[in-house]
């Protein structure tokens, strides 16, 4: 149910995000504790402030009243993917080149499910990472088709 879900609210918000020159960076339908949340991270190459999240929540909230594709209630959320965003697409990795990331895969490269690093190079099928390692520097490629889930570290 949730994959539909944020499948349809991904194809209701992106003509308003295009109107509005913002991009989807992803959607979650999740239930936490007895509630019901649809979130929407929206992000632009200037960034998203405030009142871009309320747009695209006023007017994606007026097409979903409208349609009521979902059956339970649930409270809607627009926000930016923050500091930590998830790296899904391409042209995440791409712009994330030069910057730290963790990346988790779906099994052990070099016995290890875990990484953070720098992303040095990113090729659309393979990702660089270079890792301190105590007092070394190491470098690891790790397969796109490996990747469970990626996004930006922040280090302290």
Not at 98 to 123: H, R
Request: aromatic share 8%.
């Amino acid at each position: 149910m949730s994959k539909k879900t944020t499948e349809m609210a991904a194809e209701l918000v992106s003509p308003i995000l295009e109107s509005l020159q913002l991009e989807l960076v992803d959607v979650e339908f999740k239930k936490e504790g007895p509630n019901w949340f649809l979130r929407v991270f929206i992000d632009s190459d200037s960034g998203v402030d405030l009142e871009d999240c309320s747009r695209v929540s006023e007017h994606l909230s007026e097409k979903l009243d409208k349609l009521d594709p979902i059956e339970q209630a649930y409270f809607l959320e627009v926000s930016s993917p923050g500091a930590e965003r998830p790296l899904k697409k391409e042209k995440d990795f791409t712009k994330a080149i030069g910057k730290n990331i963790y990346v988790k895969t779906y099994e052990p490269i070099k016995g290890a499910k875990e990484f953070e690093g720098l992303l040095t190079s990113f090729d659309n099928s393979t990702l660089e990472l270079e890792m301190k390692v105590k007092t070394r520097t190491s470098a690891i490629e790790i397969p796109i088709d490996k990747v469970a889930n990626a996004r930006l570290a922040i280090v302290f």
